[in-house]
């Protein structure tokens, strides 16, 4: 049970802050804030470069408060939209309590670990913790393997093992970075579990869906814009109307799929993870556009969000 907000800042044990999971993509980061919020406040896909905008997750336990802000990830820039993105993780990083490094139990340390482990020596700020993922891929003597090579990379303030789908040291991972936040009031009411509003979530979830099974070209080139929302008159349904933006006609092409069946399934698997957050009916029309080039066009960046 949670104690009334008076109490907690009369007891001054109530910690509360910002952290920041990092690492390459398909590490595991978006999984494991979801994991830890108990909700999906960020998509997840197979597909690297997911994640696009600094999503607050809001962690709430009786001893504090954890506001994890998910970022794209650290990547040698390409585009504007990456070169965009990139900034947006400095800065974000540059105002967290905890850094949170993660690195897959089932992979080696590579080069794209080593690129990041580098960056990270200039976020002064922030204490850096190694979350070692998805360990439970791997048997306890492999684990113990990778604990020990993920130490001698720098001096961490701490080193933990986790597995976010196998729902293993969540808590451990929680309370641990809780104890590193400062004493503070609680910063959130407990029912909020993300600063996202209900539009951008919809969005999210189109673009989830889309991205499943896509080739890895695309990914990249796929945008999710809502041109309006709301509830049907007399009726128990939310209507929803989104438009899906690729940069090539060909990409479109390939998002509708063969007399629509890929979209119809998009759609579908879209609905029931909206059905979800709305908790009510969907109805959910998606429109395929083409913005020829879009990372690289300031104007259509603004238009689409970024
Ligand atoms: P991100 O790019 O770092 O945000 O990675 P995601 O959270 O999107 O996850 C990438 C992939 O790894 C997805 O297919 C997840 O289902 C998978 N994944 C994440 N956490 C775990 C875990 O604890 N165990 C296993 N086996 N897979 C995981
Ligand atoms: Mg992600």
Not at 281 to 303: C, N, T
Request: some cysteine; charged content about 25%; aromatic content about 4%.
């Amino acid at each position: 049970m949670r104690l009334p907000h008076l109490v907690q800042q009369m007891t001054k044990d109530y910690r509360a802050g910002f952290v920041s999971f990092v690492g390459r993509p398909n590490v595991g980061k978006s999984t494991l804030t979801n994991a830890l919020v108990g909700e999906k406040v960020a998509i997840t896909s197979s597909k690297p470069q997911t994640t696009r905008r600094a999503i607050r997750g809001i962690v709430h336990r009786d001893s504090g408060q954890l506001i994890v802000v998910d970022t794209p990830g650290l990547h040698r820039p390409r585009t504007l939209l990456g070169q965009r993105l990139n900034d947006l993780v400095e800065s974000t990083l540059s105002d967290v309590d905890v850094i949170g490094f993660c690195l897959p139990a089932n992979e080696k340390i590579g080069p794209g670990d080593m690129f990041i482990n580098e960056q990270l020596g200039q976020f002064r700020r922030a204490k850096l913790i190694a979350i070692v993922t998805k360990s439970e891929l791997v048997d306890k003597k492999l684990l113990a393997e990778k604990l020990l090579e993920v130490q001698k990379i720098r001096d961490w303030h701490a080193i933990i093992p986790v597995s976010a789908l196998g729902n293993q040291q969540l808590e451990q991972l929680s309370e641990l970075l809780i104890s590193e936040m400062p004493f503070s009031e609680q910063l959130y009411p407990d029912e909020i579990t993300t600063e996202e509003t209900l539009e951008m979530r919809i969005c999210e979830l189109v673009r989830e869906a889309a991205l499943e099974g896509v080739r890895d070209e695309l990914p990249h080139s796929l945008a999710v814009t809502l041109d309006e929302m709301g509830p049907r008159e007399g009726k128990n349904l939310f209507d929803i109307h989104v438009n899906v933006w690729v940069e090539r006609d060909s990409q479109k092409a390939i998002i509708i799929g063969h007399r629509g069946s890929r979209l119809s399934d998009v759609g579908r698997r879209a609905r029931l993870e909206i059905e979800k957050l709305v908790k009510q009916p969907v109805f959910l029309s998606i429109r395929v556009k083409v913005a020829p080039d879009w990372q690289r066009d300031p104007k259509q960046l603004g238009r689409l969000g970024f």
